[in-house]
């Protein structure tokens, strides 16, 4: 069974983990006051996004993992669309994070 895994299969774990510490490192932070905030909303916010960034990461570990057939997002990519969705929500929620920081 350990020849039929999918190349991508662990790459999609290290990345849905280190995702995972991100959110829990930012959570920390904000739950300890390590953090000066500025806006303390949009630091939530962005730590929320985060992790809805690392929850993604999962799923796509997950779709690769169960060898789940995507032919309905063939078009736009298959399960890579799950990666640019969790890049794009990580990317998104640190840049939100660093807003209310700063």
Do not use: C, N, Q, Y
């Amino acid at each position: 069974m350990d020849a039929e895994r999918s190349p991508e299969l662990r790459p999609a774990i290290v990345l849905a983990a280190v995702a995972f510490v991100v959110f829990g490192l930012l959570l920390t932070g904000l739950l300890t006051h390590t953090f000066r905030l500025d806006d303390k909303v949009a630091a939530w916010v962005g730590a929320a996004l985060v992790g809805v960034g690392a929850l993604v990461f999962a799923g796509w570990a997950a779709v690769l993992g169960r060898h789940v057939d995507m032919a309905w997002a063939r078009r736009a990519g298959g399960d890579l669309l799950l990666v640019a969705l969790a890049v794009a929500l990580a990317v998104t929620g640190l840049a939100t994070f660093a807003a209310g920081v700063i």
